[in-house]
T-cell receptor, first 117, second 111 residues
Framework: GAVVSQHPSRVICKSGTSVKIECRSL??????MFWYRQFPKQSLMLMAT?????????EQGVEKDKFLINHASLTLSTLTVTSAHPEDSSFYIC?????????????FGSGTQLSVL | QQQVKQSPQSLIVQKGGISIINCAYE??????FPWYQQFPGKGPALLIA?????SEKKEGRFTISFNKSAKQFSLHIMDSQPGDSATYFC??????????FGSGTRLLVRP
């Protein structure tokens, strides 16, 4: 199947700093990328949907000024957590959809564990 | 109408037994129903998926049963193994691929 690479896998930062998470589709063009957040022992909650070259669409309750999403190319989307606070500590997961020659049309990254001190 | 309800929250099964997880949805526009397996600290991995034009799909030890009229679908894991111990999520989506996840089921398979 197609591969989505997410980096870094783990990041620890101080409160008030910004953190950037990258999501890359390695062998297909991702027309749409999704960003999810998962708190411990909870489900994945969709934060935003991004299409290449256009502004991201955020889900209700997600602060767009805090979680900046950029999808500048068909293989890269980034999520920047600005002025991070301890309550932003979570597992962030991206997924990508695009035209691939399999029945599976949606591929997930391996996730980024963010810890804000 | 966007919810996907999943049960049970946790499940303990003996090795070799059958694990059954159920999900229900409300939005009739959903047309793709995947199941994901997630290990701690990892992203979800697609196990098996079904579209509403079939009532059952089997891949190895994993089977999805789909009841369109009841808007329910379930995952059956046959001959459950300790290595199957993980959290399982059902999900649903339409043409946008914007997945709505169930709340998850933590499966423990005892040796």
């Amino acid at each position: 199947g197609a591969v989505v690479s997410q980096h870094p896998s783990r990041v620890i930062c101080k409160s008030g700093t910004s953190v950037k998470i990258e999501c890359r589709s390695l062998d297909f063009q991702a027309t749409t990328m999704f960003w999810y957040r998962q708190f411990p022992k909870q489900s994945l909650m969709l934060m935003a949907t991004s299409n290449e070259g256009s502004k991201a669409t955020y889900e209700q309750g997600v602060e767009k000024d805090k979680f900046l999403i950029n999808h500048a190319s068909l293989t890269l989307s980034t999520l920047t957590v600005t002025s991070a606070h301890p309550e932003d500590s979570s597992f962030y997961i991206c997924s990508a959809s695009g035209q691939v020659a399999t029945n599976e049309k949606l591929f997930f990254g391996s996730g980024t564990q963010l810890s804000v001190l | 109408q966007q919810q996907v309800k999943q049960s049970p929250q946790s499940l303990i099964v003996q090795k070799g037994g059958i694990s059954i997880i159920n999900c229900a949805y409300e939005n009739t526009a959903f047309d793709y129903f995947p199941w994901y397996q997630q290990f701690p600290g990892k992203g979800p991995a697609l196990l098996i998926a079904i579209r509403p034009d079939v009532s059952e799909k089997k891949e190895g030890r994993f089977t999805i049963s789909f009841n369109k009229s009841a808007k329910q679908f379930s995952l059956h894991i046959m001959d459950s193994q300790p290595g199957d111990s993980a959290t399982y999520f059902c999900a649903a989506t339409g043409s946008s691929y914007k997945l709505i996840f169930g709340s998850g089921t933590r499966l423990l398979v005892r040796p």
